[in-house]
């Protein structure tokens, strides 16, 4: 029997343990590169259809599931949906959504720890006067481990630690304790934070422009952004990036919604709450995301440089060199206040991903807090240190790429079915209004059991057969080839590759016997 005892402290702490759950680093460095890469404005339609079509019906779906399972006193996602399906294959098939928590935290908490390390070099001023290239190689030489002329050895390793011992010890605290306390200050400081800096964005405009760029204006950059465009409503994969984006900003189809929301009581409301974080996830993103990195280096360095560097790592190559333009002072506060602000929406992130693991070894094992989250500790650990030691070599990206885009996505479309066509529909709408403080409109219903689950799919089939160069009107066109990014193309090269160091090694031994 479970000894499980964790519950929140109060709604306000709930909602905000769910926001800082879902608002993170993809609100800030992974949403202005997705948008800027497909189109700026174009990006926002098919995003927002995504929101609203499959977003939202999906956190429903997982609030649903969790107050569902903490009924059972069951807080992770094998048992809950053991108690759904009553099917044994689900409850292993639930264990692999724990397991793509570790997977994520191991990488999510490699750039959380950047961020660490970065308030502690604006703190510090290493950036004061530097180049931009400078700056930039700084970033290099912090990633490259070893080689580091950041002035501390193995710096990133470090920082590493530390990060991971910090979410650790707050897991260990528990929900009230730990999650809940730092959701209470971690969120409203990063909206603080955000604020300041996308005020900076707002009325930098053309003023930090050096002589010849005409295109330094931070506001061609929010224009950009911001502006609805229509012609690219027809590329596909314009709108597998937003649907993309969408599953990794909301935090769906990991599990961390369903453990926050197994402690919740049964009669407690699940309907509004799972709006208002939604909401209050979409508005960081569309509002406050797009309104500090783009903008303020459209600003300095011009809306074509930015088209073509958009990358996360900009945010650490690129920003303390821009905030240096600002004086002392308020470079200082600046660096403090982005990097702060991404270590907030980080770790209120990161220690979601943790919950899963602490929910099922406490139901299950009747494990203390303490094991459980030291054991999740070390086991991301375990996981992290290939990406961390040899983030050059793509390791971070298959991670990425598999926990946190792939995964996802089976997750979802596993559970969408399972929620409308096993448990039943009927039951489930029952369960998602009883004690709701909306009226959940009831053209809902469909689309939860039709439209979500068949956009996910359709998400699933784009990943698994991406055309050649994501063209898809060459694809549809019947220049039908597939791409080395997909699915299939992956695990093909990954068989190539494979073979390919194997008979090199037989071709050596043979050379050399
Ligand atoms: N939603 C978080 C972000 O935007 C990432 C995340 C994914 C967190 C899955 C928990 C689970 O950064
Ligand atoms: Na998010």
């Known amino acids: 029997m479970s000894t499980n005892k964790e519950s929140w402290g109060t709604r306000v702490g709930l909602i905000l343990a769910m926001a800082g759950n879902a608002v993170g680093l993809g609100n800030f460095l992974r949403f202005p590169v997705q948008a800027v890469q497909n189109g700026g404005g174009a990006f926002i339609i098919p995003y927002l259809v995504c929101f609203l079509l499959m977003g939202i019906p999906l956190l429903w779906i997982e609030w649903t599931m969790g107050r569902y399972g903490g009924r059972f006193n069951n807080h992770s996602t094998p048992f809950i949906l053991d108690n759904m399906t009553r099917l044994r ?24 720890s950047w961020t660490l390390s970065y308030v502690y070099h604006s703190l510090a001023q290493t950036f004061s006067g530097l180049s931009q290239s400078q700056v930039a190689q700084f970033f290099g030489d912090y990633v490259n481990i070893g080689f580091s002329t950041t002035g501390i050895p193995y710096e990133a390793v470090v920082f590493y630690i530390l990060c991971l011992l910090l979410n650790t010890y707050i897991l260990s605290r528990g929900l009230q304790g730990g999650v809940e306390k730092v959701a209470k200050i971690g969120v409203p400081m990063l909206l603080l934070f955000g604020a300041f800096l996308a005020f900076r964005g707002f009325t930098l405009g053309a003023s930090g422009a050096p002589e010849g760029c005409e295109d330094c204006d931070s506001a061609l950059g929010l224009n950009f952004l911001w502006e609805p465009q229509f012609t690219s409503l027809t590329d596909p994969k314009v709108w597998l990036a937003a649907a993309g984006q969408i599953f990794f ?18 009669k407690d409301d699940i309907a509004l709450n799972a709006m208002s974080a939604g909401w209050m996830n979409g508005f960081v993103e569309v509002v406050l995301g797009a309104s500090i990195v783009i903008p303020i280096a459209v600003g300095y360095l011009g809306l074509d440089w930015v088209k ?35 270590f907030f929406a980080g770790i209120t992130s990161s220690l979601a991903m943790g919950t899963p693991w602490m929910g099922f070894m406490e139901d299950e094992f009747n494990w203390g807090r303490n094991k459980a989250a030291w054991s999740f500790g070390g086991l991301v650990l375990l996981m992290g240190l290939p990406t961390v030691f040899f983030f050059n070599q793509g390791v971070f990206d298959e991670y990425d ?26 039951k489930a709408w029952n369960e998602l209004t009883s004690g709701a403080d909306i009226k959940v409109p009831l053209f809902f219903k469909p689309i939860i059991k039709y439209v979500t689950p068949l956009i996910i799919l359709v998400v699933f089939l784009g990943a698994l057969i991406t055309p050649k160069n994501n063209d898809w009107s060459a694809a549809l066109a019947g220049n039908w080839e597939l791409d080395a990014s997909s699915i299939i193309g992956k695990i093909q090269n990954k068989g190539v590759e494979v073979n390919r160091e194997y008979f090199a090694d037989e071709y050596q031994s043979e050379v050399a016997g």
């Open 249 to 266: 900003t909301l935090s769906v189809g990991m599990g961390t919604i369903h453990c926050y929301a197994s402690y919740v009581r049964p």
């Open 89 to 112: 294959f689900w409850k292993y098939f639930g264990v692999f959504g724990i397991f793509t928590n570790i997977a994520v935290a191991a990488y999510y908490c490699y750039i959380e």
């Open 401 to 426: 790429y598999w926990a946190g885009t792939v995964s996802l996505v089976i997750f979802a479309l596993a559970e969408s079915i399972i929620f409308s066509w096993r448990f039943g529909i009927d």
């Open 308 to 342: 073509e560097n958009a990358g996360f790592a900009m945010a650490f190559q690129t920003m303390p060199y821009l905030f240096d333009q600002w004086g002392p002072l308020l470079s200082t506060l600046a660096g403090l206040f982005w990097f702060g602000l991404l």
